[in-house]
């Protein structure tokens, strides 16, 4: 609605333009000069007709109320459209599944205190995941958030729509906690954009996650705030641990490096193994290898009371990587 309504604005206000400025050629070089640069100044000049400002008034609201609705709901595009970005930006590299769908967002931005990624399909909108804030706002005190099942404290609401059909209901699911989220926000330079940089992870129940990296325009109020702001310093490194027979178990062997290439290459002698996990943010992992899955991602399963997480690591996310050694 928002771009019909910019185009027949231009389109009128271009028949208007040049309807006015014919008329102001017959009256005098002043009046024609004056319509040529500030056309709307003819609204309050009399010699003119009816009908052109009429047109011409017409398309400057048309156009005004397009921009405006523009700017509302899509403010990264309305930005992008006022700096002259018309093209798409192709930074944008966001992938993953959806209730087992391929979900590849090509729109991500920030509304109110909720992160929205939305795959489209012209203007009809098919998937989209979001994750809300506006119950734990303390979150957005850092750039960088974390969140494992298990965790105290609150969690971002996930929220997930798609839209299978004209024939069908739009399907909606909320999911409260539980899931495992890295989310960090990268303010560029200038302000004017930040870099997002997302890996999440559902309960195997859902078949959902999301991996990738996009680019976020305009850039929120929060963040723009934290960006002149030194970054705090990451949490001491939490060790999810494994359970007591297990620890005692391998009390007499002690950890090795390994390659992370070399695993994901050939992880059979090494499935349902002990190993050691560290990630760039600093987290250490423990827990048995599950498997390599399909898309060369690291399975972990760990304890959590009496169920088991399935935990999934890209191997670039993977600092280092240790195997117990043989005893």
Do not use: C
């Not at 333009?17 to 017959?26: F, M």
């Not at 609705?69 to 944008?92: K, V, Y």
């Not at 310093?233 to 620890?247: G, K, S």
């Amino acid at each position: 609605m928002d771009a019909l309504l910019i185009l027949t604005g231009i389109v009128l206000t271009l028949v208007a333009w040049v309807w006015l400025a014919s008329l102001a050629w017959r009256q005098s070089v002043g009046v024609f000069v004056l319509a040529l640069l500030l056309p709307w100044l003819t609204l309050f000049l009399r010699g003119f007709k009816l009908l052109p400002r009429l047109l011409l008034v017409m398309g400057l609201v048309a156009a005004g109320s397009g921009l405006y609705l523009l700017q509302r709901d899509q403010p990264e595009r309305f930005a992008a459209l006022i700096s002259g970005q018309w093209m798409a930006t192709p930074e944008a590299s966001v992938q993953g599944q959806m209730l087992g769908q391929v979900f590849n967002p090509e729109r991500v931005y920030w509304q109110g205190q909720t992160l929205i990624f939305e795959e489209r399909s012209g203007e009809r909108l098919r998937r989209a995941l979001s994750l809300e804030f506006s119950q734990v706002p303390m979150l957005l005190e850092d750039s960088l958030i974390e969140r494992l099942p298990g965790d105290q404290g609150g969690w971002p609401e996930l929220v997930l729509q798609w839209h299978a059909g004209a024939l069908e209901a739009p399907g909606l699911r909320r999911i409260a906690d539980e899931y495992s989220l890295s989310l960090q926000f990268i303010p560029d330079p200038g302000q004017q954009s930040a870099q997002v940089r997302i890996h999440l992870h559902l309960p195997v129940s859902h078949a959902t996650w999301l991996n990738g990296e996009a680019t976020l325009v305009p850039v929120p109020d929060w963040l723009r705030q934290l960006g002149q702001k030194a970054r705090q310093p990451a949490p001491e490194p939490a060790t999810t641990e494994l359970a007591q027979p297990a620890r005692q178990a391998m009390a007499d062997r002690s950890w090795q490096p390994f390659s992370v290439l070399g695993l994901v290459d050939e992880p059979d002698p090494f499935l349902g193994q002990p190993l050691r996990l560290t990630t760039w943010s600093g987290r250490v992992y423990e827990g048995r290898l599950r498997e390599v899955s399909e898309s060369r991602r690291l399975v972990l399963a760990l304890p959590q009371g009496p169920n088991q997480v399935d935990l999934h690591f890209h191997p670039l996310d993977v600092r280092s990587l240790e195997v117990l050694s043989s005893p």
